[in-house]
């Protein structure tokens, strides 16, 4: 549990769309399942007044504060505005906002980060999947059959391949503390030394799984900061240099962030590299 | 996107960053009498998009009379192996000095970079490895509207104030034209005043819709098609067509076929909650490649639901091999729809590759 537990309230911004509306309902499912108190009220200007699975629904984050209690924030807001939503939930006191949303505008992300650090706030993403903290919090869209409680925190740029990595810990019996989704755009809000921080203090966490990808240097820098046992793996070992893999950040630029380096530069600093997902649990296990 | 050196140079006329006269042309015949305002001597720079145009061929210098002659042998060229489509026809300007000026993203540190040189025209990751204390360095807030004066001191260190304006404006042109990367190489000093030589301007994808740009330049038309699907499509050179979901999880997928001996064709991320409709488009593009023998369909997750996946392919009843490896809601009826046509269903994505690649020719 390191962006909340089970008292944490959440709202959603940009609740009444299809992806908004349908993780509302996702969330507050497993809310119930955990008995926690999940999505409290939802945000779309010019929507107040509707419901969304029976989530009130605000035309502002202030006056959904003004009616309800709430520290974090999960967004669903579409590109264009969503460096706005960001601003919006940090000018109001939030503590936490976490931007599920791709395709913003790279000077829109990097200004809404930069203010939000000025009010205090963290945002994880944008592009990014969330966090879940399996048996206590669940903030954005991953699935929650694949993941079972622990002590293994997991870090990553993906979503999917999150997913995939989770899973094959889960089979082998290898539960998770907080599986963090930082996002894969080349700005981001909570960085790898970041959830690092956070998975030092958490005295659940004993290990750490570290998902990275070309481009960049994050990587490296997480990866050397923590003492905890960590285990990476680096998406992309055959992603040609110029070319765009999906992610606005995984591109190999200028001789920088090619995943050969990145591992080498891993390895040399004694940090354990998994030749491919399959393999982690086992390396994990040689750790422990 | 990447923009040409026309094409910025417009813009930065109109942010008052001062660039020399000139014209486009896309034929020799449509260098008219405008050509006699600029001196005796000309440029002629071939609007291609490569790096090291100059030492590849693609800049000519020649005096006004032999101007038509010199432009049709321009036209004549491939630089890099790109042929020649338009040529910037500019003055040539008495160059006093050269200096390097590029603002870019920081990654790690979240702001714009602006780095300077006192020495331009080079190959500035050359300068960075050799001489690094050549390249001033310093890091802005992206809530300045403006590079504060310490700032510039420190960047300009005891270089001509002069440049002070015209860096600055290139920093605007950054934030409004929702760049990447914005360059000046050379930014050069004349007897009349300062000048932008060469200009370089990356846009952002993600806010080309408010940069006026419908559209992106820089795909392939199958690309483009990938785009309107609203898919990330990359395409490669190998025999196995891949489509996965999620950036990550496909370009994994890829790093195991090269793990296994194989190679990947393409790179397509059909994105999250992919239904049966989104599934037949990515099957059929892939399949459309030439040269693709078999397709990888790798798909995980909560949103995504097998079952319209398995119709998706079937849909699709393209002509090559198709391995599947589904895990998610509605697995099960996913699996039977596909089994009852006979398709290849794998349980882990390292059997769904080695499988491929045992079926891929190399």
Redesign the interface.
């Given at each position: 549990m390191i962006y909340g537990d089970k008292s944490t309230k959440v709202i959603v911004q940009g609740a009444t769309g299809n992806q908004g509306a349908f993780h509302i309902d996702l969330m507050n499912r497993y809310a119930e399942e955990v008995g926690g108190f999940g999505v409290v009220a939802g945000v779309t200007p010019g929507k107040g007044g509707q419901e969304v699975h029976s989530v009130p629904v605000y035309n502002s984050v202030r006056e959904a504060l003004l009616e309800h209690d709430a520290s974090t924030s999960v967004l669903f807001v579409p590109g264009s505005a969503a460096g706005d939503s960001v601003m919006e939930a940090a000018y109001n006191g939030l503590e936490l906002v976490v931007a599920i949303t791709e395709h913003i505008p790279v000077h829109d992300a990097m200004k809404a980060i930069s203010y939000a650090r000025l009010e205090g706030c963290s945002v994880i993403g944008p592009n990014c999947p969330g966090t879940l903290s399996p048996g206590e919090l669940k903030l954005g869209i991953m699935p929650v059959n694949l993941s079972v409680p622990g002590n293994v925190g997991v870090i990553s740029r993906s979503g999917t391949l999150t997913y995939e990595v989770v899973n094959e810990l889960t089979r082998a019996g290898i539960g998770q503390s907080t599986i963090v989704g930082i996002g894969g755009d080349p700005i981001i809000g909570q960085t790898f030394v970041d959830v690092l921080e956070r998975f030092e203090q958490d005295s659940q966490t004993k290990a750490v799984v570290l998902i990275g990808e070309v481009g960049g240097n994050l990587e490296e820098e997480g990866a050397s900061y923590t003492d905890l046992p960590i285990v990476t793996y680096i998406a992309g070992v055959s992603a040609p240099p110029e070319k765009r893999m999906g992610h606005a950040g995984a591109i190999v630029a200028g001789g920088e962030g090619d995943a050969a380096s990145k591992i080498r530069r891993l390895e040399a600093a004694g940090i354990t590299v998994a030749d491919k997902p399959s393999d982690i649990p086992r390396l994990l296990e040689e750790m422990l | 996107m990447k923009l040409l050196e026309f094409e910025a140079k417009e813009i930065f006329k109109k942010s008052g960053i001062p660039v020399g006269i000139g014209f486009v042309i896309t034929n020799p015949d449509e260098i008219d009498d405008r050509i006699n305002y600029m001196g005796g001597e000309v440029v002629l720079k071939a609007q291609v998009d490569v790096g090291g145009r100059g030492k590849a061929g693609g800049v000519i210098i020649t005096d006004v009379k032999s101007a038509r002659e010199n432009a049709a042998l321009l036209f004549s060229r491939e630089i890099k192996g790109i042929p020649v489509e338009k040529i910037l026809v500019e003055e040539k300007l008495p160059i006093e000095n050269e200096y390097y000026v590029s603002i870019t993203?920081d990654?790690?540190k979240?702001?714009?970079v602006i780095l300077f040189s006192a020495t331009g025209g080079v190959d500035i990751?050359q300068t960075a490895r050799e001489n690094p204390d050549a390249l001033q360095r310093v890091w802005i807030?992206?809530?300045l509207h403006d590079i504060p004066p310490f700032m510039m001191r420190r960047l300009l260190n005891g270089v001509p104030k002069e440049l002070g304006p015209v860096i600055n404006s290139l920093y605007r042109v950054y934030?409004e034209s929702?760049a990447?990367l914005a360059e000046i190489n050379p930014l050069v000093t004349t007897p009349k005043g300062v000048y932008a030589a060469d200009a370089k301007l990356i846009v952002?994808?993600?806010?080309l819709?408010?940069q006026g740009i419908e559209v992106n330049r820089d795909l392939t038309d199958r690309e483009r098609r990938a785009e309107k699907f609203g898919f990330?499509y990359?395409e490669?050179d190998g025999s196995i067509g891949v489509i996965?979901?999620?950036?990550?999880?496909?370009?994994?997928t890829?790093?195991?076929?090269?793990?296994y001996g194989g190679k990947?064709a393409n790179?397509l991320?059909v994105g999250?909650g992919a239904g049966e409709d989104r599934v037949c488009n990515a099957v059929k593009l892939v399949s459309e490649m030439p040269g693709v023998d078999v397709i990888i369909v790798n798909l995980?997750?909560?949103?995504t639901r097998c079952d319209e996946v398995a119709r998706g392919i079937v849909k699709a009843g393209i002509s090559q091999k198709v391995a599947v490896r589904l895990?998610?809601t509605n697995e099960a009826e996913g699996r039977e729809i596909l089994k009852k046509q006979g398709y290849m269903m794998l349980d882990?994505?390292?059997d769904v590759v080695k499988y491929a690649v045992s079926e891929a020719s190399l």
């Amino acid at each position: 549990m390191i962006y909340g537990d089970k008292s944490t309230k959440v709202i959603v911004q940009g609740a009444t769309g299809n992806q908004g509306a349908f993780h509302i309902d996702l969330m507050n499912r497993y809310a119930e399942e955990v008995g926690g108190f999940g999505v409290v009220a939802g945000v779309t200007p010019g929507k107040g007044g509707q419901e969304v699975h029976s989530v009130p629904v605000y035309n502002s984050v202030r006056e959904a504060l003004l009616e309800h209690d709430a520290s974090t924030s999960v967004l669903f807001v579409p590109g264009s505005a969503a460096g706005d939503s960001v601003m919006e939930a940090a000018y109001n006191g939030l503590e936490l906002v976490v931007a599920i949303t791709e395709h913003i505008p790279v000077h829109d992300a990097m200004k809404a980060i930069s203010y939000a650090r000025l009010e205090g706030c963290s945002v994880i993403g944008p592009n990014c999947p969330g966090t879940l903290s399996p048996g206590e919090l669940k903030l954005g869209i991953m699935p929650v059959n694949l993941s079972v409680p622990g002590n293994v925190g997991v870090i990553s740029r993906s979503g999917t391949l999150t997913y995939e990595v989770v899973n094959e810990l889960t089979r082998a019996g290898i539960g998770q503390s907080t599986i963090v989704g930082i996002g894969g755009d080349p700005i981001i809000g909570q960085t790898f030394v970041d959830v690092l921080e956070r998975f030092e203090q958490d005295s659940q966490t004993k290990a750490v799984v570290l998902i990275g990808e070309v481009g960049g240097n994050l990587e490296e820098e997480g990866a050397s900061y923590t003492d905890l046992p960590i285990v990476t793996y680096i998406a992309g070992v055959s992603a040609p240099p110029e070319k765009r893999m999906g992610h606005a950040g995984a591109i190999v630029a200028g001789g920088e962030g090619d995943a050969a380096s990145k591992i080498r530069r891993l390895e040399a600093a004694g940090i354990t590299v998994a030749d491919k997902p399959s393999d982690i649990p086992r390396l994990l296990e040689e750790m422990l | 996107m990447k923009l040409l050196e026309f094409e910025a140079k417009e813009i930065f006329k109109k942010s008052g960053i001062p660039v020399g006269i000139g014209f486009v042309i896309t034929n020799p015949d449509e260098i008219d009498d405008r050509i006699n305002y600029m001196g005796g001597e000309v440029v002629l720079k071939a609007q291609v998009d490569v790096g090291g145009r100059g030492k590849a061929g693609g800049v000519i210098i020649t005096d006004v009379k032999s101007a038509r002659e010199n432009a049709a042998l321009l036209f004549s060229r491939e630089i890099k192996g790109i042929p020649v489509e338009k040529i910037l026809v500019e003055e040539k300007l008495p160059i006093e000095n050269e200096y390097y000026v590029s603002i870019t993203l920081d990654r790690a540190k979240k702001e714009p970079v602006i780095l300077f040189s006192a020495t331009g025209g080079v190959d500035i990751e050359q300068t960075a490895r050799e001489n690094p204390d050549a390249l001033q360095r310093v890091w802005i807030a992206p809530v300045l509207h403006d590079i504060p004066p310490f700032m510039m001191r420190r960047l300009l260190n005891g270089v001509p104030k002069e440049l002070g304006p015209v860096i600055n404006s290139l920093y605007r042109v950054y934030c409004e034209s929702d760049a990447l990367l914005a360059e000046i190489n050379p930014l050069v000093t004349t007897p009349k005043g300062v000048y932008a030589a060469d200009a370089k301007l990356i846009v952002d994808d993600n806010a080309l819709y408010r940069q006026g740009i419908e559209v992106n330049r820089d795909l392939t038309d199958r690309e483009r098609r990938a785009e309107k699907f609203g898919f990330s499509y990359v395409e490669l050179d190998g025999s196995i067509g891949v489509i996965g979901n999620g950036a990550g999880l496909t370009m994994s997928t890829l790093d195991l076929i090269s793990h296994y001996g194989g190679k990947a064709a393409n790179f397509l991320d059909v994105g999250g909650g992919a239904g049966e409709d989104r599934v037949c488009n990515a099957v059929k593009l892939v399949s459309e490649m030439p040269g693709v023998d078999v397709i990888i369909v790798n798909l995980l997750g909560g949103i995504t639901r097998c079952d319209e996946v398995a119709r998706g392919i079937v849909k699709a009843g393209i002509s090559q091999k198709v391995a599947v490896r589904l895990a998610g809601t509605n697995e099960a009826e996913g699996r039977e729809i596909l089994k009852k046509q006979g398709y290849m269903m794998l349980d882990t994505m390292d059997d769904v590759v080695k499988y491929a690649v045992s079926e891929a020719s190399l």
